[in-house]
T-cell receptor, first 112, second 113 residues
Framework: RKEVEQDPGPFNVPEGATVAFNCTYS??????FFWYRQDCRKEPKLLMS???SGNEDGRFTAQLNRASQYISLLIRDSKLSDSATYLC?????????????FGSGTRLLVRP | DGGITQSPKYLFRKEGQNVTLSCEQN?????MYWYRQDPGQGLRLIYY???????QKGDIAEGYSVSREKKESFPLTVTSAQKNPTAFYLC????????????FGNGTRLTVT
């Protein structure tokens, strides 16, 4: 089993749709979690840090379920500009960042 | 504006040549990292440095070397010993604390023929 697993997609949705991605992780001791967005042939950019209570930033909502060991990302009212690959990142440690584990990404295509 | 800069954006080299990728940050971050990304795969850690004059091997360090002589700079050399060097290389920096996210440079796409 991979340490961090994501559905590669692509998720093909119309503008205005709501779409959700899940990411599962294998290390139950994992401490911090992030969602990054990566456009084609560009660097990953931080979308959200995921807090234990869940957090929301505009159209984006992130949730953490420690019991089932997954984090989710919900995008409401999808825009064409949301088309990208979304990377789930898990850190099993609190004292450093050199053990970050990156998922392979979920590709989202938003169509007109 | 604070940020992290990689150069060049594209690099082409012949097999058997060493090549050095530049990474500079002005975010005053202690920790810097080099990752490699191949199509359809997650980022894999090559080397990291948590403080000046110190660095550690990551998961795929073979065929690579680094230095950290200044806080702002963390160059990566891809040596001729790296068997499959063609890839997208990403440099990142952070505070080094587990709860802090990493910030990435814009990447260098290396093609070796």
């Amino acid at each position: 089993r991979k340490e961090v697993e994501q559905d590669p997609g692509p998720f093909n949705v119309p503008e205005g749709a709501t779409v959700a991605f899940n990411c599962t992780y294998s290390n139950s001791a994992s401490q911090s979690f992030f969602w990054y967005r990566q456009d084609c042939r560009k660097e990953p950019k931080l979308l959200m840090s995921v807090y234990s209570s869940g957090n929301e930033d505009g159209r984006f909502t992130a949730q953490l379920n420690r019991a089932s060991q997954y984090i989710s990302l919900l995008i409401r009212d999808s825009k064409l500009s949301d088309s990208a690959t979304y990377l789930c990142v898990v850190n099993p440690r609190m004292d450093s960042s050199y053990k970050l584990i990156f998922g392979s990404g979920t590709r989202l295509l938003v169509r007109p | 504006d604070g940020g992290i800069t990689q150069s060049p954006k594209y690099l082409f080299r012949k097999e058997g040549q060493n090549v050095t990728l530049s990474c500079e940050q002005n975010l005053n971050h202690d920790a810097m990292y080099w990752y490699r990304q191949d199509p359809g795969q997650g980022l894999r850690l090559i080397y990291y440095s948590q403080i000046v004059n110190d660095f550690q091997k990551g998961d795929i360090a073979e065929g690579y070397s680094v230095s950290r002589e200044k806080k702002e700079s963390f160059p990566l050399t891809v040596t001729s010993a790296q068997k499959n060097p063609t890839a997208f290389y990403l440099c990142a920096s952070g505070t080094g604390q587990g709860f802090s996210p990493l910030h990435f440079g814009n990447g260098t796409r290396l093609t070796v023929t």
